[in-house]
């Protein structure tokens, strides 16, 4: 079966998914498929081990040929992060500025070598020789909040502005300084040249600078086009022309792609969207990007909850995941804490903010993307054949679920206990 038809009964399954929660479970879209697809892969692991059917390496083999790392980062990414930037508001983003760039640089450097310090300590601790290096690199691609998530379920809660404003803007902005990180310690394991300071600063403004102003200039060039003309059709068609070759053209010439995308969204959908689209353009803007990141979104969390199918699991593993899943918690509430002392002095904040923001950091797609090109072979454990690839898999395999799933269904509360709060002391 082709790639194009597997991805197709994707789509297919993760719409009746979608349809039936929204006749029964009520849950949101995206927790209630990634959960249902959870629940096929175990259906099918426990069928074959018990001899019913045997499906597990047929499955596992499509979802190989998609190959999910270059399904997201090369492809529908760009689709995802420009449909996030078009919703976000420039005044509210103006107003907390320095809160996102701290928590988008300084908290997700914190992050990351707070956790692979940590892990690599406790696997000392346990008898696992896992290198520092290898636990600083599964540090720093858990770090990021993924905007695909945090959009996807946290954005459609109706936050109070301040907490939803920092939590959308950090999500949005910290992939192009997690990159930096992820690649430099990447290059640091595996490369053949050791990476300088000056090389570091060198890939920083090349990918996130140039990432930027990538963006604008795209922002401009389409906000051009699109005023140019009057046809409805081809102002909601010109739009598309963004995350597609725009997206492609930014990883030709080696700038962040996520970061243009985000830019040139918030561009469009704070400028352009009331001088360059007609009215009724106006009207259907909204809706048309509303429609593509559902069903992209329906597709990419069908994937993550399939994933498991592609995974061996060991004992180790399992410990592994166990340990992984609390420590990346704490690290995000030392993060978001520390950064809020500093906030503090210069404002008040909602006292619920620190545990929003420390609950809704989901990860997603992105670092199970980022963990899969991890290459393999690097034997760790050799009596068992476990190699670097499979633990750093597992562990973010573990987050990514558990951030979805739990981190994701339990926050409307919290949410609902500020919104509260904000109410009674306006």
């Known amino acids: 079966m082709s790639v194009y038809s597997t991805l197709c009964f994707l789509a297919a399954a993760a719409m009746i998914i979608a349809f039936i929660n929204s006749k029964i479970g009520k849950m949101q879209t995206t ?213 597609t070759a725009g997206y492609v053209f930014a990883d030709l010439i080696h700038v962040s792609g996520p970061l243009a995308m985000v830019v040139s969204g918030i561009m469009i959908g704070n400028w352009t969207r009331f001088i360059g689209f007609s009215k009724e353009s106006e009207d259907h803007l909204d809706h048309f990007w509303e429609l593509v990141d559902e069903f992209l979104n329906g597709v990419l969390f069908l994937l993550i909850g399939l994933s498991m199918l592609q995974f061996s699991f060991h004992e180790e593993d399992w410990i592994l995941m166990v340990i992984a899943v609390p420590l990346v918690l704490l690290s995000r509430f030392l993060s978001i804490q520390l950064s809020y002392f500093g906030f503090q002095r210069y404002r008040d904040y909602n006292p619920h903010s620190v545990k929003i923001l420390t609950w809704g950091g989901l990860r997603g797609g992105l670092a199970l993307a980022m963990a899969m090109a991890i290459p393999a072979g690097i034997i760790v454990i050799p009596e068992k054949n476990i190699d670097v690839r499979e633990m750093i898999l597992v562990m973010t395999y573990a987050v990514v679920v558990f951030s979805i799933l739990i981190q994701g269904s339990t926050i409307t509360p919290m949410i609902q206990k500020a919104k509260q709060w904000e109410a009674e002391n306006k």
């Not at 905007?147 to 949005?172: D, Y």
Request: aromatic content about 12%; charged content about 10%; hydrophobic content about 55%.
């Open 31 to 243: 927790i209630a498929i990634t959960a249902g697809a959870l629940i096929l892969s175990l259906g099918i692991v426990i069928a074959g081990q018990n001899g019913w059917f045997h499906l597990e390496e047929i499955a596992a083999s499509q979802l190989g040929e998609i190959n999910f790392e270059s399904f997201l980062l090369k492809g529908i990414l760009g689709f995802l992060l420009f449909a996030g930037g078009l919703g976000i508001k420039l005044p509210n983003l103006e107003d907390q500025k320095w809160e996102i760039t701290v928590l988008a640089l300084a908290a997700t450097l914190f992050s990351t070598f707070f956790i692979g310090f940590s892990l690599w300590g406790m696997c000392q601790l346990i008898g696992i020789d896992f290198d520092l290096i290898y636990c600083l690199i599964f540090g720093s691609l858990i770090s990021p909040t993924d905007p695909i998530a945090v959009l996807a379920i946290v954005k459609k809660l109706n936050a109070p502005r301040r907490i939803s404003t920092q939590i959308e803007g950090e999500s949005l902005f910290n992939d192009g300084f997690g990159l930096v990180i992820f690649v430099t310690l990447f290059t640091i394991a595996f490369g053949n040249e050791a990476p300088t300071v000056l090389g570091v600063g060198q890939l920083f403004i090349q990918e996130a600078i140039g990432g930027i102003a990538y963006g604008f200039f795209l922002g401009l060039l389409f906000h051009y086009l699109i005023s140019a003309t009057d046809d409805h059709s081809m102002e909601l068609l010109l739009t598309i022309g963004v995350p």
